[in-house]
């Protein structure tokens, strides 16, 4: 998506030698304007496909999966939860998601009420580095008896691989800009060499 590649340089900053910081409009301020040309881009990228439920992870796939959502007919997004809050006292799935970015583990839950058996669940996030995140919410999908309609994310880091380990496990995946390389502070997508 040509938009977002031009914003990431733009707005968008290397911390080190792998982190890309765009925390002016999706991961700490949020464009509302162009988060709704970025559902629109994936209503277009996964058209044709049945979706009765958006998944993401708590909280920055939250704002991208609700201004997907219209473009979906309003399939209810549902989030996983990194730490079970005290109103979660039903049944849950969880599964671990380890973060790149934090360096931590995490154990995802999301409340057996809110995913049903033989939904078709679309899965979106901000990024896919190792696909780690990816992973576990397909894994929560799977325990619940539904499928994985695909897997969205806003900005791929292709040199970690994520998406190439989603897509041998027969997942359709759309990054909807592709970074290849980050290298003396500057950001290198898919298209830039070749």
């Given at each position: ?65 609700c201004l997907t959502a219209p473009y979906f ?111 003396d502070g500057k950001i290198y997508f898919d298209?830039?060499?070749?």
């Open positions: 998506m040509k938009a977002l590649k031009e914003k990431i340089r733009q707005e968008g900053s290397v911390i080190g030698t792998e982190i890309v910081k765009v925390d002016s409009f999706l991961n700490h301020q949020i464009d509302v304007e162009f988060l709704e040309e970025i559902g629109l881009e994936f209503s277009k990228r996964f058209s044709g496909v049945k979706v009765d439920r958006i998944m993401t992870v708590e909280a920055s796939g939250i704002a991208i999966a007919g309003y399939p209810p997004v549902v989030f996983a939860k990194k730490a079970a809050p005290s109103t979660m006292n039903a049944g849950f799935y969880e599964a671990e998601a380890k973060s790149f970015t934090k360096g931590t583990v995490s154990v995802l839950k999301i409340a057996k009420d809110y995913i049903k058996e033989g939904e078709n669940v679309l899965i979106l996030d901000d990024f896919l580095a190792s696909g780690q995140a990816s992973l576990a919410m397909a894994d929560l999908i799977a325990q619940a008896g539904a499928h994985v309609a695909g897997v969205g994310a806003v900005i791929e880091k292709g040199y970690q691989g994520g998406s190439q380990l989603l897509r041998d496990m027969g997942f359709q995946v759309e990054s909807l800009a592709v970074i290849n390389e980050v290298c298209s830039d060499r070749g």
